[in-house]
């Protein structure tokens, strides 16, 4: 069996989208990606489409890997591969020539999430060499306990960006980190009240995601994230939430203070050294 890894672009992005919705046809979570979406998360999340392959199993395309850099790290954003390549040690292969790939670019570690009721594949990357560093839980639809007590101010996404780089927690998920906040906009928003901050997905639409909320290291303690959270609810009314599976495990407790419930999905956020 012969692998090798293809430049993304010389494959083409309308058919790197096809390939990677064939690899996640029957993945943990229900994923479709269109062309702009695609489009969308490699701007958002620093994906390097020069580092990007399409993997190649005899001569057959077999799967997509998305890579993103930032400074020394590096991450892997996707991986996908087609049922009929799975079980064969083709996973294995491929993470050892991003692994080279990335050692020969002259990055120092590399980054992932992975679903942890995906067993398979955690022992494939602790099999290459990943140690976890934290869980990350999500929260699932609820209608949440509202409360429009505080004078609510909309800000420049940036302008969460900034504190959430500045005194969030360290080694945040490569999403949610200030560096990928900052490259969002409309339709997400950003609002403050105090010295409270958050970032939500399109208002308008039925199902809105809590994406950030931080809170100056002054500002700590006063319930000022519970308030903002409960403000911030009551004024999008009728709709559901959710927190995406992306949310440190040692920060939940402020949305379970709100009335949402965790969801069964969780992630292991995973590291590697590689010089």
């Not at 901050?197 to 399109?202: G, Q």
Request: hydrophobic share 45%; with cysteine.
């Amino acid at each position: 069996m012969n692998i090798e890894l293809r430049p993304l672009l010389e494959y083409g992005l309308e058919e790197s989208v096809t390939l990677m919705n064939r690899g996640f046809a029957d993945y943990f979570v229900h994923m479709e990606l269109t062309l702009p979406m695609f489009l969308n998360m490699l701007r958002t999340e620093s994906i390097e489409v020069g580092s990007c392959r399409a993997i190649w199993v005899d001569d057959e395309a077999a799967g997509l890997a998305l890579i993103a850099r930032r400074g020394w790290s590096s991450r892997l954003a996707a991986m996908s591969l087609i049922p009929a390549s799975r079980g064969r040690g083709v996973g294995r292969r491929t993470m050892d020539l991003l692994l080279a790939e990335a050692a020969a670019r002259g990055d120092r570690a590399m980054v992932l999430e992975v679903i942890e009721s995906n067993a398979p594949a955690v022992r494939l990357y602790e099999a290459c060499g990943f140690h976890i560093e934290r869980r990350l839980i999500g929260y699932e639809e609820v209608f949440p306990e509202s409360g429009d007590r505080g004078a609510l101010q909309e800000v420049d996404i940036r302008e969460v960006a900034a504190p959430v780089t500045q005194h969030g927690l360290d080694n945040l998920p490569w999403q949610i980190s200030g560096e990928s906040l900052a490259q969002s906009g409309a339709p997400s928003r950003a609002y403050q009240l105090d010295g409270a901050y958050a970032v939500i997905s399109n208002p308008e639409a039925e199902q809105i995601g809590i994406r950030s909320v931080i809170v100056r290291p002054e500002a700590r303690q006063q319930g000022q994230a519970t308030l903002l959270l409960k403000t911030i609810i009551a004024q999008h009314p009728n709709k559901k939430w959710l927190v995406p599976a992306l949310c440190p495990e040692e920060i939940g407790g402020l949305f379970e203070g709100v009335g949402f419930r965790r969801d069964k999905l969780s992630q292991l956020q995973m590291r590697k050294q590689i010089q």
